[in-house]
């Protein structure tokens, strides 16, 4: 069965500096790793989706990593805003989903 | 920790067909359910919201009275895709929570619906 960690459960950066969250998966036959945001109270926000294919994706400040080999994807938020907090989660898709249990980032004024 | 279960996992219906999809949550009382949908190589996209007791809020473009939301207890709510046709075929998962503020999400698996 598959198993998605994220490191750190929680971070706390003052604004403006570049920061990275992990996931890993422990199996990779998978269809694509997928990124998203979570505010309080609210749903899911879809961030960046990267295909099996695939090796990273870019949005604006955002871009994400995916290494299949080593069952890893990186999230790279650069230069971070007070709004970029949030409960940030990877969810590995094979036939079904596997969500991490999310990275809380708290960016500091 | 807390855990949703979807149910079915696949499933695979003839168009014209109608199918329901249930989330249950099993050790805590989910006051708030979500449903989303996600079609090959897109974004997860969210359907509904729906809160306990009361009627759904369905996203724009999202057809009400084609996926039937029913939300009568604290631990189920289902999502029932009426006369199904291909197009409708997608992963649709449900996430629940307890509904104050900082509750965290609990997702589910999520279930893969092909209409032939």
């Known amino acids: 069965k598959q198993e998605v960690t994220q490191i750190p459960a929680a971070l706390s950066v003052p604004e403006g500096e570049n920061l990275v969250l992990n996931c890993s998966f422990t199996d990779s036959a998978i269809y694509n790793l997928q990124w998203f945001r979570q505010d309080p109270g609210k749903g899911l926000t879809s961030l960046l989706l990267i295909q099996s294919s695939q090796r990273e994706q870019t949005s604006g400040r955002l871009n994400a990593s995916l290494d299949k080999s080593s069952g890893r994807s990186t999230l790279y938020i650069a230069a971070s805003q007070p709004g970029d907090s949030a409960t940030y989660l990877c969810?590995?898709?094979?036939?079904?989903?596997?969500f991490g249990t999310g990275t809380s980032l708290t960016v500091i004024p | 920790g807390a855990v949703v279960s979807q149910h079915p996992s696949r499933v695979i219906c003839k168009s014209g067909t109608s199918v329901k999809i249930e989330c249950r949550s099993l050790?805590?009382?989910?006051?708030?359910m979500f449903w989303y949908r996600q079609f090959p190589k897109q974004s997860l996209m969210l359907m509904a919201t729906s809160n306990e007791g009361s009627k759904a809020t369905y996203e724009q473009g999202v057809e009400k009275d084609k996926f039937l939301i029913n939300h009568a207890s604290l631990t189920l709510s289902t999502l029932t895709v009426t006369s199904a046709h291909p197009e409708d075929s997608s992963f649709y998962i449900c996430s629940a929570s307890r509904g104050r503020e900082n509750s965290p999400l609990h997702f589910g698996n999520g279930t893969r619906l092909t209409v032939t």
């Open positions: 969810a590995a898709t094979g036939n079904q989903f596997y």
């Open positions: 050790d805590f009382q989910a006051t708030t």
